[in-house]
């Protein structure tokens, strides 16, 4: 009976094998399957030293889709005879935890064998799930491989990053991708040897290039369409670019609007439009609208690019901004990205200046850490009889009753007397602003001749 239910158990793991996606039929069994990530798992580097001794690492696998985690994991538990569990975070909760946990002690106590547990997106799980795998990673009831696409150092507990050793595998080069097409059109196990697929230079060059650097997806495209494909009279499916391009639908793009890709994108928009760069800044725009982020956050950060590094230098530009906000509130997507378009390139052009964010930043500092003194005298408004006993309002100028419009006065608190905050530079208007705000040199330079003649 027993041997009976293992040939039972065996016909159909080779048949779950057989009907699994060809991504998951072609995942590496060897280290000499293995193809790409030589910066980690290349002769002398410490995961290939681990795989062959068979040791055992806690690790955090920090990488992108399809660069090799999964297999990675299943490999370090395959060289250590070690018994592997998979989790996705996704899903498991506690429960699961704690049932791989009394399953991973009895294996340990009967039969000295050790637990990998992998949990893929492990950076799903919130902190109480990942406290409490802590303790039997501390034990040894479990040795933890987790797999994220999200940096560790934002998304995992700092007591269970101490635990691990992260490891950070990059996208796959486009000579990898290639390298693993090939070998699945050539494997008649495996792969699709036995269909006898072929690929013109053009469609095997889209294939690699939509794969972004992730095997999974160009292996998912690859088995679609080839199974779609119609054989000639000698069995042989010759896949075009018309191929691929339907097998593809539409490009997936690596994004992730809520973790660092997100913080990454922006960065890079807000650097090109501060360094005038209009190709980059219209370049990571399509990136970030192209991948589903919210076209109202663009508008937010792109009205902030234009107080922050633009300023007084081209007072245009914040109503720009805020009017292709309005556009995109207004018409939506498409139409919509022209309106965002049309302003980053706008305070590309545009001439550039910090100061007022300088200047404001300075201000913020002032009143956090100086004493908060009372506003001058002469200018509160006296609109009590008591108030004009007490002084409100007294000696102060009426600017429109002067020249220009223009009065000599003090405005700051007495503790703060002649601070200057904001510093023009010589840039588009602030050039004009700087001449309309010339009589604070000469007000500085007779102040410091009273001062000279007092102390003389």
């Known amino acids: 009976m027993s041997r009976g239910l293992d040939l039972f158990q065996q016909h159909a793991e080779r048949e779950r094998e057989r009907a699994a996606p060809l991504a998951a039929r072609m995942r590496p069994r060897s280290l000499d399957e293995f193809v790409g990530q030589e910066r980690i798992a290349g002769r002398d580097r410490l995961l290939r030293r681990a795989l062959e001794r068979g040791a055992l690492l806690s690790l955090i696998l920090w990488g992108p889709p399809g660069s090799g985690k999964t297999t990675l994991a299943r490999l370090l538990a395959q060289s250590s005879n070690a018994h592997f569990e998979q989790l996705s975070a996704v899903s498991a909760g506690v429960a699961d935890l704690r049932r791989v946990v009394s399953m991973a002690q009895e294996r340990l106590a009967l039969y000295n064998q050790r637990t990998v547990l992998f949990v893929d997106e492990i950076h799903r ?62 494997d008649q196990q495996r792969g699709l040897g036995m269909l006898k697929v072929s690929l013109t230079e053009d469609a095997r060059a889209q294939l690699i290039n939509f794969a972004n650097g992730d095997a999974r997806v160009a292996l998912n495209a690859l088995e679609a369409a080839a199974q ?106 498409p139409e919509g990205e022209l309106a965002l378009a049309e302003a980053v390139v706008y305070l ?53 009753d002067f020249q220009h419009a223009q009065v000599d006065q003090e405005h700051l608190p007495e503790n703060l007397r002649g601070r200057r905050y904001y510093h023009p530079t010589d840039h588009g208007f602030e050039a004009t602003i700087a001449g309309r705000l010339a009589w604070r040199e000469r007000r500085e330079e007779r102040d410091a001749g009273d001062e000279e003649s007092s102390t003389g």
């Open 348 to 400: 590309c052009q545009a001439p550039k200046s910090n100061a007022l964010y300088r200047a404001y930043g300075a201000v913020r500092e002032d009143v956090e850490r100086t004493r908060n003194e009372p506003v001058p005298l002469h200018l509160r408004n006296a609109v009590t009889g008591l108030m004009r006993d007490l002084g409100y309002g007294k000696g102060y100028k009426y600017a429109h």
């Open 228 to 333: 779609a494909a119609i054989p000639d009279e000698q069995g042989l499916r010759l896949l075009t670019l018309e191929d691929i391009a339907e097998a593809y639908q539409r490009r997936v793009l690596p994004y992730d609007k809520a973790a660092e890709m997100h913080y990454d994108a922006i960065s890079a928009l807000h650097k090109s439009v501060r360094d005038g760069d209009p190709d980059g800044a219209l370049y990571w725009l399509g990136r970030m609208l192209e991948a589903g982020e919210d076209p109202l956050y663009i508008a937010r950060r792109v009205i902030r690019m234009a107080v922050e590094d633009i300023g007084l230098a081209d007072p245009q530009a914040l109503p720009l901004c805020v009017a292709a906000q309005q556009a995109v509130h207004f018409i939506g997507q």
């Open 125 to 186: 799980w919130n902190k109480s799930q990942q406290d409490a795998i802590l303790p039997y990673v501390e034990d040894g009831t479990l040795v933890l491989i987790g797999a994220t696409t999200e940096n560790p150092s934002f998304e995992i507990n700092s007591a269970l990053l101490s635990r691990c050793r992260v490891v950070v595998l990059q996208a796959l080069s486009d000579e990898d991708i290639g390298t693993i097409i090939d070998r699945a059109l050539a």
